[in-house]
């Protein structure tokens, strides 16, 4: 999956409390060149295993409170 950076810029600053939201999301995500954005995973069967089977349920965790943060930011006229 590819991200689009410049829409996604502010969460992914390290210092934004709200990083987290997207780990999720990034483990899956590769820059240009095909390389995961999050780097190399960890070597080894649990991390395979992690990543092919238990990850992708986290994302339905996140996706509404990035939804919230999306309205909010955007459309919330306070």
Not at 44 to 60: L, R, Y
């Amino acid at each position: 999956m590819n991200l689009n950076i410049k829409k996604w810029k502010r969460l992914l600053d390290l210092d934004n409390p709200n990083h987290g939201l997207l780990l999720p999301i990034l483990i899956y995500c590769v820059d240009k060149k095909g390389r995961p954005v999050l780097g190399k995973p960890r070597p080894g069967a649990e991390t395979t295993g992690f990543i092919e089977h238990e990850a992708c349920k986290d994302i339905a965790l996140v996706i509404p409170a990035l939804r919230e943060l999306h309205y909010v930011t955007h459309y919330n006229p306070e």
